[in-house]
């Protein structure tokens, strides 16, 4: 109880409430514009945060990831547009209820299963903290190894039917994590003789080039457009009350949100498959999921909503991060000096109850902010896709120059804006090559620090965390491969049919 006290006393102090007001607003905004998305918004304030004490600065970055996904379901449901791409699942059943004059019966649905999801996953991770706190410190170097390396399999396997192309950009990330001094014996690596490679590749440079400039740069290269959407009329608070009706569907898709979000790699699509999956097979009227059903929306939504909260644990419990936006979010522990880790649980919980404590504040705050602007945000959504463009660019530029006033860390975002453009064009992800270069860098420094207790391989599993790690590693890429194969000779008989039909 005592340390419950002393996170409501960090999280109410003024710079992080005004740091979760900004957050929460913001991200709402930024999710319902079509194009821009969370990660460009994090990548753009990254820099600032530096500035912030750990706490103000997480707060801000949270309140835009746990807030955009509210905002993302308006255009997509309004307009058949996705505001972010996890809300890419809202627009099956959320556009059709709109197209039958249900509008308002829709985004009260899609925002009342996103706070009930969000809320869920915050009071089970705030109940279960006690228990990782024990757990974490069962965690040595070799563990963490072993479960940076867990993720990045993970993360690799998330991307069905371009694992090979996830595997290569991901070990991209691993290489361009590498190059420079390294940090054991001070020699050089892939410096090729250039004083500017010494200090290595910033992440954060790297961040705001594949995702904030490729974003601007593919704004700016396509045609302008400025979406219409109609205002909505009537109640929104009593619409988000249905929610009520469809609770055990939103229940459901909160667990798999906290499962799939405690897991690194794997995140919201999965949460949300899932539990759309689990809802179309309890429904009475499966026939309607697609087709504008409301129990489809709840799922979609309570899913996706809780994954925020969730990828805070392998995080904070571990050092390791989940997906793109919580890779970004360490780099704030380390400029501020705070280790993420079993260490944190055991000596720092309060201010682990403090972040998930303004996590449901956050929730709060937007859901009443909902209520109140959805025709307001309508109109945010008009604004011209050139002009959007330009924004980031200008914000994305000031950014990376702020970091360390170098006109060439500026010059490799460019390059990789240009290369996260090509990437888009050509359908490959981009998050593989930052957990690379994030979980790279960890699996190095921990393998490094526990080769003087391994003798040989025998060594690594000796312990009951890193045998679980190993086989864990095992089964999941034996069973990757098995399912690969059954798809592989499943396309090879289909091809095989119509040669079969006309002999």
Same mark, same amino acid.
């Given at each position: 109880?005592?340390?419950?006290?002393?996170?409501?006393?960090?999280?109410? %102090?003024?710079?992080?409430?005004?740091?979760?007001?900004?957050? %929460?607003?913001?991200?709402?905004?930024?999710?319902?514009?079509?194009?821009?998305? /969370?990660?460009?918004?994090?990548?753009?304030? *990254?820099?600032?945060?530096?500035?912030?004490?750990?706490?103000?600065?997480?707060?801000?970055?949270?309140?835009?990831?746990?807030?955009?996904?509210?905002?993302?379901?308006?255009?997509?449901?309004?307009?058949?547009?996705?505001?972010?791409? &996890?809300?890419?699942?809202?627009?099956?059943?959320?556009?059709?209820?709109?197209?039958?004059?249900?509008?308002?019966?829709?985004?009260?649905?899609?925002?009342?299963?996103?706070?009930?999801?969000?809320?869920?996953?915050?009071?089970?991770?705030?109940?279960?903290?006690?228990?990782?706190?024990?757990? $974490?410190?069962?965690? #040595?170097?070799?563990?963490?190894?072993?479960?940076?390396?867990?993720?990045?399999?993970?993360?690799?396997?998330?991307?069905? =039917?371009?694992?090979?192309?996830?595997?290569?950009?991901?070990?991209?990330?691993?290489?361009? @994590?590498?190059?420079?001094?390294?940090?054991?014996?001070?020699?050089?690596?892939?410096?090729?003789?250039?004083?500017?490679?010494?200090?290595?590749?910033?992440?954060?440079? &790297?961040? *705001?080039?594949?995702?904030?400039?490729?974003?601007?740069?593919?704004?700016?290269?396509?045609?302008?457009?400025? /979406?219409?959407?109609?205002?909505?009329?009537?109640?929104?608070?009593?619409?988000?009350?249905?929610?009520?009706?469809?609770?055990?569907?939103?229940?459901?898709? =909160?667990?798999?949100?906290?499962?799939? #979000?405690?897991?690194?790699?794997?995140?919201?699509?999965?949460? @949300?498959?899932?539990?759309?999956?689990?809802?179309?097979?309890?429904?009475?009227?499966?026939?309607?999921?697609?087709? #504008?059903?409301?129990?489809?929306?709840?799922?979609?939504?309570?899913?996706?909503? $809780?994954?925020?909260?969730?990828?805070?644990?392998?995080?904070?419990?571990?050092?390791?991060?989940?997906?793109?936006?919580?890779?970004?979010?360490? %780099?704030?522990?380390?400029?501020?000096?705070?280790?993420?880790?079993?260490?944190?649980?055991?000596?720092?919980?309060?201010?682990?109850?403090?972040?998930?404590?303004?996590?449901?504040?956050?929730?709060?705050?937007?859901?009443?902010?909902?209520?109140?602007?959805?025709?307001?945000?309508?109109?945010?959504?008009?604004?011209?896709?050139?002009?959007?463009?330009?924004?980031?660019?200008? *914000?994305?530029?000031?950014?990376?120059?702020?970091?360390?006033?170098? $006109?060439?860390?500026?010059?490799?975002?460019?390059?990789?804006?240009?290369?996260?453009?090509?990437?888009?064009?050509?359908?490959?992800?981009?998050?593989?090559?930052?957990? #690379?270069?994030?979980?790279?860098?960890?699996?190095? &420094?921990?393998?490094?620090?526990?080769?003087?207790?391994?003798?040989?391989?025998?060594?690594?599993?000796?312990?009951?965390?890193?045998?679980?790690?190993?086989?864990?590693?095992?089964?999941?890429?034996?069973?990757?491969?098995?399912?690969?194969?059954?798809?592989?000779?499943?396309?090879?008989?289909?091809?095989?049919?119509?040669? @079969?039909?006309?002999?």
């Amino acid at each position: 109880m005592e340390t419950i006290i002393q996170a409501v006393e960090l999280m109410f %102090s003024w710079p992080v409430l005004v740091a979760l007001l900004i957050g %929460s607003i913001g991200g709402v905004v930024i999710g319902a514009i079509p194009g821009v998305g /969370p990660a460009v918004a994090i990548a753009i304030l *990254l820099p600032a945060t530096f500035s912030m004490e750990p706490l103000v600065g997480l707060t801000l970055l949270l309140g835009i990831y746990g807030s955009s996904m509210y905002g993302g379901s308006l255009p997509a449901i309004l307009i058949n547009t996705p505001g972010t791409a &996890v809300n890419a699942l809202t627009t099956y059943d959320g556009y059709p209820m709109t197209k039958r004059g249900e509008a308002l019966r829709a985004l009260g649905l899609a925002y009342g299963a996103s706070f009930f999801g969000a809320v869920l996953s915050i009071l089970i991770l705030i109940l279960l903290s006690p228990v990782l706190a024990k757990v $974490a410190p069962m965690f #040595g170097s070799r563990e963490i190894f072993l479960a940076a390396l867990l993720g990045i399999i993970l993360v690799i396997i998330a991307h069905k =039917g371009q694992m090979a192309a996830a595997g290569m950009l991901a070990g991209l990330g691993i290489l361009l @994590q590498s190059v420079g001094m390294e940090p054991v014996n001070y020699t050089m690596r892939y410096t090729f003789g250039l004083d500017w490679l010494t200090s290595g590749l910033d992440l954060i440079v &790297v961040v *705001l080039g594949l995702f904030a400039l490729s974003q601007a740069f593919q704004l700016i290269v396509e045609p302008d457009s400025a /979406p219409d959407a109609q205002p909505v009329s009537g109640s929104m608070f009593r619409a988000m009350c249905e929610i009520w009706k469809y609770r055990r569907t939103a229940a459901t898709g =909160g667990g798999f949100g906290v499962l799939m #979000g405690i897991i690194p790699g794997v995140g919201e699509f999965t949460a @949300q498959f899932l539990s759309y999956t689990a809802a179309r097979k309890r429904s009475k009227t499966p026939e309607m999921f697609g087709r #504008g059903s409301p129990e489809g929306l709840v799922a979609s939504e309570s899913a996706n909503n $809780a994954v925020p909260a969730a990828a805070m644990i392998p995080l904070l419990a571990l050092g390791i991060p989940g997906e793109a936006l919580t890779a970004m979010m360490l %780099s704030v522990f380390y400029v501020h000096n705070v280790v993420p880790g079993p260490g944190l649980f055991q000596n720092q919980l309060d201010f682990v109850y403090a972040l998930y404590l303004s996590l449901l504040l956050l929730n709060v705050i937007v859901i009443l902010w909902m209520v109140v602007s959805s025709n307001l945000l309508i109109r945010i959504i008009r604004i011209p896709t050139r002009f959007l463009g330009m924004a980031i660019l200008v *914000l994305s530029f000031v950014g990376v120059y702020s970091l360390r006033n170098s $006109a060439m860390d500026c010059m490799i975002a460019a390059g990789f804006g240009v290369f996260g453009l090509i990437l888009k064009r050509l359908n490959l992800p981009t998050v593989p090559i930052i957990l #690379g270069m994030v979980l790279g860098g960890i699996m190095e &420094v921990k393998l490094r620090a526990s080769m003087g207790r391994i003798d040989s391989l025998l060594d690594l599993v000796n312990r009951p965390i890193a045998a679980l790690l190993v086989l864990a590693i095992i089964v999941i890429v034996a069973q990757s491969i098995r399912t690969s194969i059954r798809d592989l000779r499943a396309r090879h008989e289909e091809s095989n049919k119509p040669h @079969q039909n006309k002999a």
